[in-house]
């Protein structure tokens, strides 16, 4: 009789039973935590791309709109400018401050309203060095840019640049267009206001607080900050230009 004993034999293990445990387990709390903190800085990463990305947009698009203002705004006064026969300057558009001639602007004084005079025709030789104060042709059109500063930020006043004009072609040509009464000419601020267009936004007069200088009864200097946007995301612009009348 074989008294040999029988080995005991090992259970049965599936080749694929620890893999299947792990899978039918789910993931663990670690693998988790490991997951979610990856997405949060994916998520983190893309949110501030995004953010980023907008804000550069948002800051291009400003400046466009900006450059296009300034450069169809100084490219229009400068052909009227040319086109006119002299300027006045006023502190500003308001009925009281561009009352009489007492209002206007001496040189190298600034103000916020500009305004353009054209008369009739040319001078002949006689009259090219006539003061044009005693110019007696008459006012055929007149065009008035201002800076309407109703907005305060940061303790300064800014506000959008206006444009207004009006032509003059009744005959006979009364007194009131004469030179020596053209505040008569310009309507109430009220009427102005509602008759103007905006050539520019926001702006901030860099001159004494005002956006035009009057340098020595011949030319227009223009100084000013364009500002676009809100107050969370300024795009801001300075601007510097000169303007003469023909004369």
Same mark, same amino acid.
Do not use: C
């Given at each position: 009789?074989?008294?040999?004993?029988?080995?005991?034999?090992?259970?049965c /293990?599936?080749? &694929?039973?620890r893999?299947y445990?792990?899978s039918?387990?789910g993931?663990?709390?670690?693998?988790v %935590?490991? +997951? $979610?903190t990856?997405?949060v800085?994916?998520?983190?990463?893309?949110?501030g791309?995004l953010?980023e990305?907008?804000?550069?947009?948002?800051?291009?698009?400003?400046?466009?709109?900006?450059?296009r203002?300034?450069?169809n705004?100084?490219?229009?006064?400068?052909?009227?400018?040319?086109?006119s026969?002299f300027?006045?300057?006023y502190?500003?558009a308001?009925d009281a401050?561009?009352?009489?001639?007492d209002?206007? /602007?001496r040189p &190298?004084?600034?103000?916020?309203?500009?305004?353009?005079?054209f008369?009739?025709?040319?001078p002949d %030789?006689? +009259? $090219?060095?006539?003061d044009?104060?005693?110019d007696p042709?008459?006012?055929?059109?007149?065009i008035?840019?201002?800076?309407?500063?109703?907005t305060?930020?940061?303790?300064?006043?800014?506000?959008?640049?206006?444009?207004?004009e009006k032509?003059?072609?009744?005959d006979?040509i009364?007194d009131?267009?004469?030179?020596?009464?053209v505040?008569?000419?310009?309507?109430?601020?009220?009427?102005?206001r509602?008759?103007?267009?905006?050539v520019m936004?926001?702006?901030?007069?860099?001159?004494?607080?005002?956006?035009?200088y009057?340098?020595?009864n011949?030319?227009?200097?223009?100084?000013?900050?364009?500002?676009?946007g809100?107050?969370?995301?300024?795009v801001?612009?300075?601007y510097?230009?000169?303007?003469s009348?023909?004369?």
């Open positions: 009789m074989n008294t040999t004993p029988h080995p005991i034999s090992e259970p /293990r599936h080749p &694929n039973r893999s445990r792990a039918a387990g993931f663990t709390l670690v693998e %935590m490991i +997951a $979610l990856i997405m800085s994916v998520l983190a990463m893309s949110s791309f953010m990305s907008t804000l550069i947009n948002f800051r291009s698009t400003a400046k466009n709109n900006i450059n203002e300034l450069r705004t100084i490219n229009r006064m400068a052909i009227e400018a040319k086109q026969n300027f006045l300057i502190e500003s308001q401050e561009r009352y009489d001639r209002d206007r /602007r &190298n004084e600034s103000g916020d309203a500009l305004l353009l005079v008369k009739s025709g040319y %030789m006689e +009259a $090219l060095g006539m044009p104060l005693r042709r008459p006012i055929t059109r007149i008035l840019y201002y800076r309407d500063p109703n305060e930020i940061d303790g300064v006043t800014v506000g959008p640049v206006m444009r207004w032509d003059f072609t009744a006979p009364t009131a267009q004469e030179i020596r009464e505040e008569l000419l310009l309507p109430p601020f009220t009427t102005l509602s008759e103007s267009t905006q936004a926001f702006s901030e007069g860099l001159v004494n607080g005002r956006l035009f009057n340098f020595q011949r030319t227009i200097m223009i100084n000013g900050r364009i500002i676009h809100n107050q969370a995301k300024w801001t612009d300075t510097n230009f000169s303007i009348p023909r004369g």
